[in-house]
């Protein structure tokens, strides 16, 4: 099968991370106000507890399917029979997933409560089973994936306006954030047959993924404690309304978390490809790059949305969410923490087989996240679970540091941490005066923004840093 081009695969991706970006952009501020902060925290709550029950069912094969088709995507045989291999395993244990959820809404009383948002929210389990993502970006189809998500949420965007009215309609918007998301898996099940056969072919041996199939689903057991249990021991342990103050602020981390990401995405494929067949320059050349992009990009993101966080809560959510301000102001850094551990984990231990490093780092960080929320939480509420999460993520990036320790020198040669330093200085010093205009937030932003990431990205470029001038000319994106 022809290798696709990373440099199409980057702009389509970064097609998607924009519609990704500008779809809550538009549709939070109206859900925000619309909803409140309880009505946002409930949807919030309900998100963050089944992605527990979909994590058992999908059991780690989201990432481990990306990397097992990717060494077989030339053989079109083998690749159906992996397919079939994995699939079969999701829906035998999304099978279990509902059963284990039917037992809980039956008997835990704060889940009745919301029974039918729950099993609204419940259908992106069998649509995530049905959906195979993992083959269309092993085969790396992100033309495909990004033309079929924008206009899902096109559509999506149209149902909310028309839909969603009032504080009962939570439910609605719900249903309206499964369809964005998940619809369109039943269009990737429809389409699968240009890539493999739908008949079975015979040869089958479940038992050969099991022991990666089980490593990758520890390693999404520790990712999602880490990044949902802050909202679910909110909710158990305050209210609904805090759990909406901390979903404001971790909804516009994970816009940006997208955009840090958004390279690193389309590498792991390439870079389990450059592994299995021994292009270990390549490979190394992928790593480099996608460190410094990520270093770069994250920094000036990161301290701009510190600096005017309060801006962008009352922009995006209104007066309502003033409580949503310090969380995220504390939660930013992890931009930088999770787009470094997105290349030392995903796109460097994944690829080389060290699946089992990238677990333990990320248990480590889930019992981080597990104390401090305990310890926090009941005192400084949502501003508690932020400072778990980031805590947490550090820890992670301290032990794959430590694992990577022979070869992180290498992985950071390409970061020019002066270049980075004075070009953030210079940007900070031309437009945190703008904070005192008053001229409403929208237009506070937008000069900020223009004049930060402008004077940054213009200091880097007199520098001449080098993955800039690098992506100018395309190389870095080369086939």
């Known amino acids: 099968m022809r290798k696709q081009s990373i440099r199409i695969n980057f702009v389509m991706n970064a097609i998607l991370t924009m519609s990704s970006f500008i779809f809550p952009l538009i549709t939070f501020p109206y ?90 929210i419940s259908l992106t389990i069998i649509l995530t089973t049905i959906g195979i993502e993992w083959l269309y970006k092993a085969l790396e189809k992100y033309t495909y994936i990004t033309v079929r998500s924008v206009i899902f949420k096109l559509i999506a965007l149209v149902m909310m306006f028309l839909m969603v009215k009032s504080k009962e309609d939570y439910v609605i918007y719900g249903g309206i954030s499964i369809f964005a998301s998940s619809a369109s898996s039943v269009l990737n099940l429809i389409n699968a047959h240009k890539y493999i056969g739908f008949k079975p072919v015979g040869g089958y041996r479940l038992r050969r993924h099991l022991k990666l199939v089980l490593i990758f689903f520890a390693m999404a057991c520790a990712t999602t404690i880490y990044t949902n249990l802050d909202n679910v021991m909110l909710g158990f342990m305050t209210t ?4 909406g103050y901390y979903g404001a602020a971790v909804k516009i981390k994970t816009i940006l978390v997208s955009i840090v990401t958004s390279l690193g995405a389309v590498l792991l494929p390439r870079a389990s490809y450059y592994v299995e067949n021994g292009e270990m320059d390549e490979f190394r050349r992928l790593t480099r790059k996608a460190m410094s992009f990520v270093t770069l990009l994250a920094v000036p993101l990161s301290l701009y949305f510190i600096l005017f966080a309060r801006e962008g809560i009352l922009l995006l959510s209104g007066s309502a969410y003033e409580g949503s301000v310090v969380p995220m ?30 677990l333990y780092s990320e248990i480590a960080g889930a019992i981080v996240d597990i104390i401090l929320n305990a310890l926090l939480i009941p005192s400084l509420r949502s501003t508690g679970a932020a400072i778990g999460t980031l805590v947490a993520e550090a820890a992670v990036l301290v032990v794959q540091f430590y694992i990577l320790r022979d070869e992180i020198r290498d992985i950071l040669s390409e970061i020019h941490p002066a270049n980075i330093l004075i070009g953030t200085g210079l940007a900070v ?37 080098p993955i800039i001038r690098e992506i100018a000319k395309t190389k870095l994106l080369k086939r």
């Open 31 to 120: 859900i925000s106000r619309v909803l409140g902060p309880e009505g946002t925290g409930k949807i919030q709550f309900a998100t963050s507890l089944i992605s527990y029950f979909s994590m058992f069912a999908q059991l780690g094969i989201p990432m481990y399917g990306i990397r097992a088709c990717a060494k077989v995507r030339d053989n079109r045989e083998e690749l159906t029979r992996t397919v079939h291999e994995l699939l079969g395993i999701n829906l035998i244990m999304t099978a279990i997933s509902y059963g284990a959820l039917a037992i809980a809404l039956m008997t835990i009383p704060k889940l009745q409560e919301e029974k039918t948002l729950m099993i609204v």
């Open 429 to 465: 010093a031309a437009s945190i005066w703008t904070k005192m205009l008053h001229t409403g937030y929208f237009l506070t932003l937008a000069i900020s923004a223009i004049l930060f990431f402008g004077i940054y990205a213009g200091f880097l470029f007199v520098r001449k840093e």
């Open 329 to 358: 102001q504390v939660i930013m850094p992890t931009l930088l923490l999770i787009g470094m551990t997105n290349i030392t984990g995903i796109q460097i231990l994944v690829p080389t087989g060290r699946e089992k490093a990238v």
């Open 240 to 243: 609904d309304t805090d759990v």
